[in-house]
């Protein structure tokens, strides 16, 4: 049996990993440790539980997970990190299998692993094969608008909105720093960091990810099928990241519950610019969904 051990078990990412490790076929032979509720932000019982885990999965605000793997010393035990403080850390890989054609064999051979964020999900798979492409040259001044379902601020975001029914919506991040925009600018391969404007509807699960493009100012003569064949080709055969048809509706809540992500290339009449888009569960791909895809990848499945 492989031993698996979430630190920060009974938080919102931490719940949803541990109810997708429970719906795996036992055949697949994963033990869950579980730390006693009292013990659960005592450092050194943690400690204790990750020495006896082969994989920990750190669920955990920025400076709980920071503070844990800093007095991590001569542990086997391999590490998914969720939280953000790793995404571009020397040393650790980025648990995004689809991002690189050998991503996924890299993951599988890596003792410390960094679980995307859900926004930068959504923006790299957009971005990342149109400048590898050489369609998207690397200091285009890239703008990102994104849609999530409240559940992505965590526990106490959910029970406001539960219990107090709103806000309805708002933006935020509009001292234009997001959290996110590192891991988006350095796996996209842009020299500039994005314009990101991230907002919170008053739904459940859920996200848009959209990034507009004017054609004309991308290198060559490229057109809305050009953006479209390089975003298949990057996905071809894959699981649960999709090219699909334009849409003339989207909305934000259709993929909640699974670990699919939909990418779209909308354009005008006229060919002159696109609208990228990609759908998924904050806390499906953009979260739990993916973390259990990294977490079988590291104990060899
Ligand atoms: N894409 C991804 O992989 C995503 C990752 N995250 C990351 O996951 C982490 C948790 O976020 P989320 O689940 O939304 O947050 P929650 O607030 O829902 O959960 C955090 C959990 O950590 C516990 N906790 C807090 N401080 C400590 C501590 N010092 N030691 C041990 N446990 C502690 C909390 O305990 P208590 O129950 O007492 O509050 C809570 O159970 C964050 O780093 C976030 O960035 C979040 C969303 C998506
Ligand atoms: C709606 C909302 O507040 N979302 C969170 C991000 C959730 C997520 O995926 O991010 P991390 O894994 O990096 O925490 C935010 O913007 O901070």
């Not at 955990?60 to 542990?75: F, H, I, K, N, Y």
């Not at 219990?163 to 919506?169: D, H, I, R, S, T």
Request: hydrophobic residues 40%; charged residues 20%.
């Amino acid at each position: 049996m492989a031993k698996v051990f979430i630190d920060g078990e009974a938080g919102t990412t931490g719940l949803g990993i541990r109810q997708r490790i429970e719906a795996l076929p036992e055949a697949l032979g994963i033990e869950l440790l579980s730390i006693d509720a009292s013990l659960r932000k005592d450092l050194s019982a943690r400690q204790e539980m990750i020495q006896k885990a082969d994989v920990a999965i750190l669920c955990l605000p920025d400076d709980a997970a920071r503070e844990v793997v800093t007095q991590m010393s001569g542990t086997d035990t391999k590490i998914l990190d969720a939280s953000t403080v790793h995404r571009v850390a020397e040393g650790w890989t980025y648990g995004f299998p689809e991002m690189e054609g050998d991503q996924s064999n890299l993951i599988r051979s890596s003792a410390r692993v960094a679980n995307p964020g859900c926004y930068p999900t959504g923006a790299i798979s957009l971005l990342r094969p149109l400048v590898k492409a050489g369609m998207l040259s690397s200091d285009y001044p890239v703008s990102i608008n994104a849609v999530s379902g409240y559940s992505g601020a965590g526990k106490s975001a959910i029970e406001s909105h539960e219990k107090e029914g709103g806000p309805a919506f708002f933006l935020y991040a509009l001292g234009l720093e997001h959290k996110h925009l590192p891991e988006i600018q350095y796996y996209s391969g842009l020299d500039k960091s994005p314009l990101f404007v991230p907002s919170v509807g008053h739904f459940a699960q859920g996200m848009i990810v959209s990034i507009p493009l004017y054609l004309s100012e991308l290198s060559g003569k490229v057109t809305p099928a050009d953006v479209q064949a390089a975003l298949e080709q990057t996905y071809k055969g894959s699981e649960y990241v999709k090219v699909m048809s334009p849409e003339t509706k989207l909305l934000a809540e259709t993929l909640a519950g699974t670990n699919n992500m939909e990418l779209r290339v909308h354009s005008d009449s006229k060919g002159e610019k696109v609208l990228l888009t990609a759908s998924l569960d904050n806390l499906g791909k953009g979260a739990s969904g993916a973390a259990l895809q990294n977490l079988l990848l590291m104990l060899g499945h």
